[in-house]
């Protein structure tokens, strides 16, 4: 199904919601049994499933709505939930539905998050977006107007691997400055290579099929450009394609990053960025192995100077054991290291961790001195914030924003190997490098074009906006300086 609904009004409920421009949130009626009432948009999929029936375990929770491009995987959810209503564009929920659901999960492919989170919180609704939160570098600024605008929304990341008791010991290390000041901080992972023949596209384009009679390819693209429809795409292996996915840094990051960001307030944002890439990206894939290393000013007793590196790498690229000050490593392909001046810290994705110091290994959870956790469902959590439960779920859109900016930084970058790009996000731009500022940090929604203006403010430099327009109408999207 192709129309011009889908062309021309992506923008009401993206980035316009995101600056709250849609006008007053409609008023979210209360569910007759006492419910939180939820729209699941991406049902199946790689994770909707998963988050569709960990969601719907919770004793307080109605499936109200379905969602989702493919007729079949809308069909097997709605026999799940029969009583749910169903669509293929998520506009048509909240043009048609809004007074039916209170909160929304977002499992979508990870161009089309940034645009149904925005309308969703633009609504009032509480949601749970997959990771990484945004796919574009602009969408991060989006998600923080949207965070301060309503702040009353309860909101989480699908960082489920933080429910884990073990990971959660490691944050305790780490929060407890068990490691004495930190000096480097390393994450890696294998995710995203090509050749697995489930996850992740061959990097080779192959003859175009016929589109598949259950899936809206045009509603699938979303705010992309029309393109043809390719099997190597959908329904897995989008991830590897640049317009679609963040490869496999953008799969990992919210599972590898978390500890350090979660710990360390102090990090706030990068001020410069550099990747390697034996194998650069090209047009349509994303490198298939990368080295991203991103610098962080730091004025805190807890780190060794003035300035870090957060390094993310693949593991062809990962350090040697003396940058890690480990005398010998041969572990995992997906790991954490959090580097200190007493010790080194090394957690993998499910938790486990271990401790390098005095020249021996010692076991992360059984160290004295660390509190006795108890273990949570993380989907439950989110639905009993959004209850108004006294409860305080791991990673928040507040805390995914600083995750998800290193992991896409990073991914973003492997368009200019080789070349430090000096980032300042308050302005969205690359002060050093105007082609990167260009091409990498924003998608023009397809079907507008883009105007800039000045604003009449004091000072020499004035801010400038970008506005687009579909031909009816102009709406203010983003600032730039």
Known sequence: ???????????????????GLLGASRARAASPNGKLRVLCVGVVGTIGESDRRNVASHPEVEIAGLCDVDSNFLAKAAGEHPKAFTCRDYREAFDKHADKFDAVTVATPDHTHARIVLTAMAHGKHVYGQKPLVHQLAELVMIEHAIKAKPELATLLGNQRMSSISRR?????????????????????????????????????????????????NLWLGPCAPMPYHDAIVPMKWRSWWEFGSGGFGDWGCHLLDLPFLAYPEL?????VMTEC????????????????????????????????????????????DELRLKEWSGSGT???????NATLMVDPEGSSRLWRDGKWEDGTRLEGLPKLEGFNHWHTWV?????????????????VKITE??????????????ELLWDKAGLRFTNHQEATDTIIRRLPRGLRATTRRLKTPGRRR??????????????VLPET
């Open 1 to 19: 199904m192709t129309t011009r609904f889908d062309r021309r009004r992506f923008l009401a409920s993206s980035a316009v919601a995101s600056f």
């Open 463 to 476: 801010p400038r906006l970008i506005s687009l327009t579909n031909g009816r109408a102009g709406f203010l």
């Open 384 to 400: 009993d914030k959004c209850l108004g439960k006294a409860v305080e779920p791991l990673t928040p859109f507040s805390q995914a």
């Open 406 to 419: 290193a992991t896409i930084l990073g991914v973003k970058a492997s368009r200019f190997p080789g070349q």
């Open 278 to 321: 034996p194998i650069p990206p090209d047009k349509h894939f994303h490198s298939p192995a990368c080295k991203s290393v991103m610098q962080y000013k730091v004025d805190s007793p807890r780190f060794a100077g003035k300035t870090v590196t957060v390094n993310y790498n693949h593991p062809s690229l990962r350090p040697k054991p």
């Open 268 to 272: 706030t944002s990068p001020y410069s």
């Open 335 to 341: 790991m954490s290291a959090i580097v200190g001046e």
């Open 169 to 217: 010991l490691a944050l305790e290390i780490l929060k407890q400055d068990r490691l004495g000041k930190i000096l480097s901080i390393h994450a890696w992972t294998s995710s995203g290579a090509p050749g697995d023949g489930w996850y992740n596209a061959e990097r080779v384009l192959h003859a175009n099929p016929e589109i598949p009679a259950n899936l809206d390819w």
